[in-house]
Structure formats: C-alpha cells, structure tokens
C-alpha cells in the first residue's frame, strides 16, 4: 500500500509540476524573456502590434491591463479540485481531440438548395447554369462577371457562388485546425469531423430592395445538439452560427441619376423678435420659391437602380446572425447549447463584418450582458473574432469576442483569407493542446490565453466605441509556439 501511495504521489507530483511549468512558461513570454526568431510574422510588426498595444492604452489609463500582465507572470493553478480532476484524466493518459461540426459534403447542400429553388420556382436550373457556362470547376471571380438579367437568374447565381465559396468549408476549416497544429511543433493530430448538413436547413429567399437576392438558413439547436450528445470530444469546434442566418449576393446598387448636380440650400433668419424667415437658394446662390427649393431638391437626390459593372464590387454580403437583431437569440442557442455539456469547451466564431462600417460589425456585448444577467451565460464557450490593422490602427472586426486572431496570422498559419471561421480552428487547436497538458477547466483555460494575448483596446479608437476599458485580447501566436516548444524544455520542463 505504501508503494502505491508513493507511485500515486509521484505521478500527482509530476502532474502538478508539468502544469506548473506550462504557467510559468506562458508568464515568461509575456514578460518578453523568450522570443521566436522563427515566427512567421515579421519581428518588426510584431513588436509594433506588442508596442502599440501597451502604450495605447498605458497612455489613457495610466496602467493597462496588458501593462500589467506583461509585468507579472501567471500564478499556478492552486485549487486542489482542480488538480485531482486534471490528475484523473492525465493518469488515463486520454489525448484530446476536438470535434470539428461543419459541412463536409463537398457542396451537396448547395445543390439540394438549387434543386428545391429551382422546382418550388418551376424553372429549370441547369438550363441557367448552361447558358452562363457554370461547372464544377467554375470559380468565383469567373461567376462574379455574369450579368443576369432575370429574379431568377440571380437566384442560382447566388446559390452557385455560395456553393463555390463555402462548399469546402468544414475541410478548410479542419486544415487550417491541422495547420496550426504544425505550426506549433505537432505533425500527427488527430480529429473528429461532424457534417453540419443535417442541423442546417434552408428558411426563406428573399430580395432585399434594391433586388439582390438573399438566402436565409437556420441551423437548428436541437440537431446540433445531438451532433454533440454523440460525441466524446472534450473541444468543439464551431465555425458557424446557431439560429437564423444569411447570405446576400451583391448585384445591384442604388446611384445619384444627377451626380453632379449641387442641391439648393435652405436657411433661415430671423429680426429681434419679429418672425422667422425661411431663403432658399439654389447651387448659384440665387433666392428661390419653396417649391423650386424642393423640385431642384428632389432632382439632386434622385436615386436610380443599376447593375454593378465593376467585378470588384460584386460579392456575397454575410447577413450576420450576431447582428443587433439577431445577436440575443443566436448567442442565446450557443449559450443554451454549452450549458449542458459543462465538461466540454466551445470555440465558436463571433461573426464576420456586413462591410467596412463599425456600425455594421457582428456586436455580442449587448446580447452576452443581457444573457449573463439571466444566469445563462457559461464559463465554457469561448468566441473568435479576427482583427485587421487599419493605418496605425489595431480593428477588432467583432464587437465583444473572448478572443482575437490577428489577420495575418490567418494567412500566413491557417493559409486562408481573413474570416471568423477560420480563427476559430486556430484557437480550437490551442485549447486541445492545453488539455493534453491537464488544463481542462474552463477558468483556467481561459487564463491561459488570455496571457497569450495582447489587450490591444485604445478606449478612444472608433472600434471601441468611446471610452470603454473593456479588453480586446488578441492571440499572439509566437508566445503560444514557444510555450509549446520542446527545445524550451530543458529550462521550463517538458511539455
């Protein structure tokens, strides 16, 4: 008996002390005592995105959050439940593998989606696709200089283009996972693959008013769910939004049928207490009659319907389901879904941009608060947004997101284009590396990539919406390589 208890201390021990040496290795990045001269990223950004994020915000406050945890490194978890449970599942020497739930029918739902439009409008799709040469191997940009000249036409256009782009999602998104995890020094990962196909399910099309066609999905909570309940994985991957969903595909605009016309001008004065006068005037400055005032102002503003000419400025438009309207209930169907698998971690995307205005940025702040107010909000769900450098700026493209992806690092890691979907795998495969490692609750978890990270919030840049001294916490992929290099091992312990 007194052999096992000192066999059962010295693994205990040997535990505690890999898991200690795992904290003390991610304090001492943060405190900038180890560097990768190998990270992809070129040094001199980095450093500026490093910089920058320190100073910005030490100037307005003082001391930063990022300031202060570049100063003090992580403290070791100390809870002893804590470490008897990650004892437990580290003396079964059980790897995690995380579950990735996506679609990974190479475009089958797309062409379901085209064949019940295409019988519930009585037109005959393949025709359509014939007449514009579309094929298996058409691309995007080739579909993008189409010009269709009926409702209908722009429906399979849509539909064609959403097949193209997306209809390889669930193996991009699983590549840019297996990526990551080279990058960080392992080559042979396993992992789980979930088709989303079932869970997803077309709900309505529909034009919005200038005639571009938008296509509604919703992705049903109860099917995810029992994707879920099937699985063992410890880590789910969810690049995707539970609840309702759309794409629009950006055909058409709205333009000023007099472009260069000045509109007319109209103030008003008044005499001591004597009434107020109303002048018009036009573009020449001469004084007008109120109704020469609206006609002229009417024929500035004029607006006509065209199809745009420009390839460029042709592309589907995500209708996010983290938008204002629809952030509570989809964050709500997530926040649902984590609750009831406590023992599990889900990385879920925050979301992608309508377009270049903030105002239009996937925004979870209102909807989280509201949900953490009514005791719905669980400590293991972990959202992913991705930022992009805007002049001397750092531009969170998701309002509210636990975690951030430089854009970049997308490119150069994942080798993919700049979207939530795919910082999600990358953070995915950081959470399954910390669990091989025996850090498996939710809070700890957390801690740790929060000091991976860079608080790169300026409370007065326009993405953080005045003076908020809420974190922006972006991922910085060379601290997270080098805490789980082995050539780090002689000095912190294996990993």
Known sequence: MADLERSQNSENSELINRKESLFSKIGSYLSGRMEDSDYLADPTKRNFLRTAAVLGTTAFLGKSIAAERLSSPVQPIQSPNQVEAVQSEEVEHKPSIPLIIDTFDDGKFYDDVIAAQAAARGIDAQSILDKFGITPDTTYSEIKEIQPTTPDERVILLLSSLKTVYGTHGEDVSKVRELTAQFLGETDSQVEHASQNNPITFDSLEFDEVGNPILWLVSSIEDVDQVVRQSQAPVINMSFQIGKVGMKYKLFKQVLVNP?????????????????????????????????????????????????????????VPQDGYLKER????????????????????????????????????????????????????????????????????????????????????DRIGKQTSASSYATPMVTEIVRRLQNQGITNPNDIRTALTQFSENINAPNGFYARGEQEQPFYMIDFS?????????NADEYGAI
């Open 327 to 410: 952030a509570y209930q989809n964050l709500g169907n997530l926040a649902d879904l984590a609750s009831k698998y406590p023992d599990k971690i889900f990385v879920a995307a925050a979301g992608n941009p309508v377009n270049e205005n903030p105002n239009d940025f996937p925004d979870l702040r209102e909807a989280k608060e509201k949900l953490m107010q009514e005791n719905r909000w669980p400590p293991n769900v972990f959202t992913v947004g991705y930022v992009v450098q805007y002049q001397d700026m750092l531009v969170p493209t998701q309002y509210g997101a636990d975690f951030y992806v430089f854009h970049e690092d997308i």
């Open 479 to 487: 601290k997270v390589k080098n805490a789980f290099s082995p050539k």
């Open 260 to 316: 260069d016309m000045k509109p007319p001008d109209k103030s008003s004065r008044s005499v001591s207490d004597g009434p107020v006068t109303i002048i018009y005037r036009d573009a020449e400055r001469n004084i007008i009659s109120a109704e020469e005032y609206e006609k002229l102002l009417s024929l500035a503003l004029e607006k006509e319907i065209v199809m745009t000419e420009v390839e460029s400025e042709r592309d589907l």
